[in-house]
């Protein structure tokens, strides 16, 4: 029972700073925070092709090229090749609020996401 009351205790902590119902065409322009629990990501979409982030605390931002795909009015895949040489692939539901992240050859990550206050 308690392995099953810590995931759930987190995934109801974090859905209650999510910001649900937002389209993708919403989200150009706006610092969104990105939760995984161990990793957070504030991400600014320029557009579909250009994004800026910076995980955590640290005040250094990088400027990425991206490839993003609306998969529908509320759903985004998007992909680039990160500063340590390796893949990345986000995965917003920005209806939901739902997450997911796979940077390189490390396991998927499941978060969620809310605007920047």
């Given amino acids: 029972m308690k392995k099953l009351f810590f995931p759930l205790f987190i995934f109801i902590t974090l859905s209650a700073f999510s910001q649900p119902g937002m389209k993708t065409k919403d ?3 706006k610092e969104l925070t990105y939760n995984f629990g161990s990793l957070i990501i504030d991400i ?3 557009s579909d092709s250009t ?3 910076k995980e955590g605390t640290t005040d250094q931002i990088t400027h990425e090229k991206c490839s ?3 998969i529908d009015d509320h759903t985004m ?4 090749y990160g500063t340590e040489n390796f893949w990345v ?4 539901d920005f ?3 739902k997450t997911s992240i796979t940077r390189g ?5 499941n978060g969620i996401i809310s605007l920047k206050k």
């Fill in 44 to 46: 600014t979409f320029s």
């Fill in 105 to 109: 050859t490390e396991k998927m990550l």
């Fill in 95 to 97: 209806t939901t609020g």
């Fill in 89 to 92: 692939i986000l995965t917003s």
């Fill in 77 to 80: 895949m998007t992909r680039w």
């Fill in 68 to 70: 993003s795909f609306m």
């Fill in 27 to 29: 989200i150009f322009n």
């Fill in 51 to 53: 994004l800026s982030w």
